[in-house]
């Protein structure tokens, strides 16, 4: 789980001007990496602290189905995620949300 204004302030901090809009997600001890990516090899980072359950994953997202549902829950969020092919649940107080993963090099 993670708080949802950190990952707001954290969705962000990656936003990168002309960029593909993929976010990538990767779970690390315990937190969660967000990067991004421009065309000409900018890359930016930020790490939100989350309460972890299971194996490490990556998965790819579309960083504007990301920031459109952070804006719009507050307290902690719990992201289902099985692997970088399969969508991820997003679950809150408000309510639950799919976002399917996007394909990418890692």
């Keep these: 789980a993670v708080d949802a204004e950190a990952f707001r302030q954290a969705l962000r901090a990656v ?8 976010t990538r997600l990767t779970t690390e001890g315990n937190s969660v990496r967000l ?5 000409e090899g900018g890359e ?4 939100v602290p ?5 194996e490490p994953t ?3 997202l579309d960083h504007t189905y990301l920031s459109e549902y952070f804006a719009s829950v507050q ?6 995620a099985n ?10 107080q408000d309510y639950e949300h799919v976002i ?4 990418v090099q890692w």
């Design 15 to 22: 936003r990168i001007e002309n960029w593909n809009k993929v």
């Design 35 to 39: 990067s991004t990516r421009d065309e």
């Design 44 to 47: 930016a980072t930020a790490t």
């Design 50 to 54: 989350a309460v972890l359950d299971g």
């Design 58 to 60: 990556k998965v790819a």
């Design 75 to 80: 307290g902690q969020v719990l992201i289902r």
């Design 83 to 92: 692997g970088a092919q399969y969508p991820v649940l997003f679950c809150s």
């Design 100 to 103: 399917m993963p996007l394909a």
